[in-house]
């Protein structure tokens, strides 16, 4: 079947721009969770949505960064006013509510 | 709160020898599970491997295998008869089980196979 997609592969965005990252999970996936991943580091996290509870939003890193889930399905990741730290790597996982997350291919977002 | 560690920044390997990854955890909860994610240079993050802070055996899958360490909190991954594709980025994860489930992970290892 299809796994997690997420678009767009690239964004090349203005300092000051606001940009929206969406994430489609796999059907049937109650939960999904965003990552930032820098260049050549780990991955952080940022926010994590399980069905019809409240999000964990304890990694966002500043209120310019918001998350929404509709339908318990797609989810978009929006990021206000985008500073050049914000270029990373944005990956998308969902999970059935067992252990393995299936992750996307990830947005490689580029501030100038 | 949860902490991964991944000391080994860098690991070099011969093909077909075995090769030990590093990963030391820190929680207080009792209920948790261990992951191990393979990250090649084209990104996507490959699951390889779970052990469950329960679990008794450690787990294998192929070629892989996690050295469960309860009581020194470390869980680290053994790759065996490595190949030339096992060259990547290597991240071991924690997720707990008790509220939200969020999962930390480590900084990472890349191994490079030498042929």
């Known amino acids: 079947g299809a796994g997690v997609s997420q678009s767009p592969s690239n964004k090349v965005t203005e300092k000051g721009k606001d940009v929206e990252l969406r994430c489609d999970p796999i059907?049937?996936?109650?939960?999904l969770y965003w990552y930032r991943q820098s260049l050549g580091q780990g991955l952080e996290f940022l926010i994590y949505f399980q069905g019809n509870s409240a999000p964990d939003k304890s990694g966002l890193p500043s209120d310019r960064f918001s998350a929404e889930r509709t339908g318990g399905s797609v989810s978009t990741l929006t990021i206000q006013r985008t500073q050049q730290e914000d270029s990373a790597v944005y990956l998308c996982a969902s999970s059935p509510g067992d252990f393995q997350q299936y992750f996307g291919p990830g947005t490689r977002l580029t501030v100038t | 709160a949860q902490k991964i560690t991944q000391t080994q920044p860098g690991m070099f390997v011969q093909e077909k020898e075995a090769v030990t990854l590093d990963c030391t955890y820190d929680?207080?909860?009792?209920?948790?599970?261990l992951f191990w994610y393979k990250q090649p240079s084209s990104g996507e993050m490959i699951f390889l491997i779970y052990q469950g802070s329960y679990d008794e055996q450690n787990a294998t899958e192929g070629r892989y295998s996690l050295n469960f360490q309860k009581a020194r909190k470390s869980a680290n991954l053994v790759i065996s008869a490595s190949q030339l594709g096992d060259s990547a980025m290597y991240f071991c994860?924690?997720?707990?089980?008790?509220?939200?489930?969020?999962?930390?992970f480590g900084t990472g290892t890349k191994l490079q196979v030498i042929p």
């Open positions: 059907s049937g996936h109650t939960a």
């Open positions: 929680t207080s909860d009792q209920s948790y599970g």
């Open positions: 994860a924690m997720r707990t089980s008790g509220g939200y489930q969020k999962v930390t």
